[in-house]
């Protein structure tokens, strides 16, 4: 699972973890150069940012250390072609298309409509493939059919991808259907549980099978007797045969086979330079899961991966479901990083605790976990992203996703700092605590408290919250459906607001007094209730299972609390505000809520889950859309963020590799290109 950033407008002057309570700096601004130096964000086009993150602490790991991460990080970006296809099956030859036009096009290259072009390339790379990162949705060029047929025709020198028998005459009308008509691909991903959400999404994990044969094809797999199944469908496309349902599995010689050679290329190079014998059978069992496309073999690689308490660590495979209507095939990621050891210990302390927590919470007794096992939190420090975690990243993440391997082995969950930070440092001073905050009091505190707020509500919610309670006997872990992400990732958030405000994190040492939590509260309530809405287009509803848990706690705590006046809605001079009245009683809305939705988890309680997530977490209010929408068009800020990875330099001396030496580009197009170029197999 993946935590995703709540907003992407924290505002943060100062950095400081709990654990040094603010006395002493942190590791990241001692190594971080100073952010007037560094430069934090790089350009903003469409609805997207370009920033970078710095790498602190690199310099002082060992060489082989080095070599780890550099190799790891090789093989994170030779996955990247893999998503593209995941996303949409004709991403790549248009992706291809509109960067032999960017490389060649002979024509005027400063008029609007190559801006246009160029904008429309961006969104591509940034989304991987021609759906919004988010939403979901098919983006509209902003140039016209006849300009897309200039460009290719006067794009003499382009060596474009053509079919068999294909000129590029035949290109163009295959390529203006594919960017412009509104029928054809709408959207990548459709939760809509209505139709046959495998017809009405673009996404590519399945091809000529209807929904229903899916989960016939899937449900004969599984057996409810089975308590350590494997993750059914996980690493292949669903396709029909001649008639007969069959899976295209990724491995080497199956489906993706080129990229997944470069990746296990570059594996086989690392495990030569692992810790340690544990990190080197993780990382051998990942390439035996690569050559087999074996799932047993996943799951033992996950069981292995989850106790890996090396220095250096990964994500690198076919992870998360979030890209397929049905919940069961994943997009391929990696991330390479290693552990932040001062930051590290604030986690630790919160891991350690993880029974306490447990025991403690306003959930049910027969929905608790009896012992919890092996909770494992970092901080950790990102040196690469890769496939679904680029440029759009997460800020922590929890793996791995199979139940079993959670309750049985424990779950490793982490907060990405160096991302967070990164995030906080590009959008100081953007002006949207001073839009959207009721007060001065409220700006100050976000000010002051926000960064440590979030950063500890990331720690609580991926390293309790996803490992905290149980399924209950015979329950299934696929019972809620599509509407399983949404809940799964509420009830990891209520799990988190309702500890924030526990007299335990004062008596661990984590927060000083009740500031934090109310800093937080604040946020959350904005967020979910009103700022999260600049990120939805006009005339939509809200999809997107972060989203829609984030808008379903809000506005079902707003409305439990109404008779208590627990949160106030003001209007000022014809501008929305959320105030908090009573931390304490929302304290108690969020146990409440998270009481309910882990027994809709625990019992498998669909209705109860649709019922929720439907009455509070989709509906969008249109005029408090618009009004939000235009105060924030205001601040010229754009609502998404990505990051551009940084360089190594590798010294070698008579084919050895003597020193590492990391750099941070500041060129989105040239980073693009550069992959497109060297890291595209298939
Ligand atoms: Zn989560």
Not at 126 to 137: L, M, R
Not at 471 to 478: I, K
Request: overall charge negative.
């Amino acid at each position: 699972m993946k935590k995703q950033i709540l907003s992407t407008i924290v505002i943060m002057t100062a950095l400081f973890t709990a654990c040094n309570q603010g006395t002493k700096t942190t590791p990241i601004q001692n190594e971080m150069e100073k952010p007037q130096e560094f430069k934090y964000l790089l350009e903003q086009f469409a609805d997207l940012k370009i920033m970078r993150y710095q790498v602190p602490g690199f310099d002082e790991l060992t060489l082989q250390q080095k070599k780890l991460v550099y190799y790891l990080s090789e093989a994170a970006l030779c996955g990247r072609d893999i998503l593209f296809d995941q996303n949409y099956k004709n991403n790549l030859k248009i992706r291809r298309t509109l960067e032999e036009i960017y490389k060649n096009y002979e024509g005027d290259r400063q008029t609007n409509d190559f801006k246009e072009f160029v904008v429309y390339l961006k969104r591509v790379w940034f989304s991987n493939g021609i759906h919004h990162h988010y939403s979901t949705d098919k983006f509209t060029p902003g140039f016209s059919p006849e300009y897309l047929n200039e460009l290719i025709s006067e794009s003499q020198g382009g060596s474009f991808p053509l079919d068999k028998g294909q000129t590029i005459s035949d290109l163009v009308p295959e390529m203006t259907a594919l960017l412009f008509d509104p029928e054809i691909a709408p959207k990548r991903i459709s939760l809509d549980s209505s139709k046959d959400m495998i017809k009405a999404s673009a996404c590519n994990f399945y091809e000529g099978v209807t929904q229903k044969e899916a989960e016939e094809f899937y449900n004969k797999m599984k057996n409810p007797n089975d308590t350590t199944p494997i993750s059914y469908g996980l690493n292949s496309k669903l396709v029909k045969k001649n008639g007969a349902v069959q899976e295209e599995v990724y491995k080497v010689r199956g489906l993706y086979s080129a990229a997944l050679e470069k990746i296990v290329y570059w594996l086989e190079k690392a495990s030569a330079v692992a810790e340690n014998d544990q990190q080197k059978q993780v990382i051998e069992k990942l390439i035996g899961f690569y050559k087999t496309g074996d799932l047993n073999i996943y799951d033992e690689y996950n069981v292995l991966w989850v106790t890996d308490k090396s220095m250096v660590d990964f994500v690198n495979g076919f992870t998360e479901v979030y890209g397929d209507p049905l919940g069961m095939k994943a997009t391929w990621e990696s991330v390479v990083n290693f552990k932040d050891m001062e930051a590290t210990k604030r986690a630790e302390i919160i891991s350690a605790n993880a029974q306490w927590f447990e025991d403690n919470s306003p959930v049910d007794p027969r929905f608790k976990k009896t012992e919890v096992k092996g909770v494992s939190a970092k901080v950790i420090t990102v040196a690469q992203l890769g496939g679904d975690c680029y440029p759009s990243t997460p800020i922590g993440i929890n793996l791995p996703n199979a139940d079993w391997i959670r309750k049985e082995h424990g779950s490793k969950s982490v907060t990405m700092e160096n991302i967070t930070y990164a995030y906080d440092q590009a959008a100081l001073g953007n002006g949207f605590l001073e839009e959207f905050c009721y007060s001065p009091e409220e700006i100050e505190l976000s000010k002051k408290y926000g960064s440590l707020a979030s950063n500890l509500h990331t720690d609580l919610h991926e390293c309790l919250g996803h490992g905290s309670g149980q399924l209950l006997p015979g329950t299934s872990s696929e019972a809620l459906k599509n509407y399983s992400s949404s809940l799964e990732e509420a009830r990891a958030d209520l799990f988190a607001l309702y500890y924030l405000a526990d007299p335990k994190m004062i008596e661990l040492g984590i927060v000083l007094d009740t500031n934090t939590a109310k800093a937080e509260y604040n946020a959350y309530i904005r967020n979910g209730c009103m700022t999260q809405l600049t990120r939805i287009e006009t005339g939509k509803n809200i999809e997107q299972a972060h989203m829609r848990n984030r808008q379903l706690i809000a506005k079902w705590c707003f409305e439990k609390g109404q008779a208590e006046n627990v949160i106030e809605k003001v209007m000022r001079e014809g501008e929305t505000f959320y105030k908090i009245n009573d931390y304490k009683k929302l304290r108690g809305l969020f146990g409440q809520l998270l009481a309910e939705v882990q027994r809709i988890k625990s019992e498998g309680d669909y209705e109860a889950g649709k019922n929720l997530v439907e009455s509070y977490g989709v509906v969008v209010d249109p005029v408090l859309h618009k009004e939000v929408k235009d105060r924030f068009v205001k601040l010229n800020i754009a609502p998404y963020g990505g990051f551009i990875n940084p360089v190594f330099k590798v010294t070698e001396q008579n084919g050895e590799i003597t020193d590492i030496k990391i750099e941070y580009p500041e060129d989105y197009t040239e980073q693009m290109l550069y992959y497109s170029k060297n890291y595209s197999f298939l």
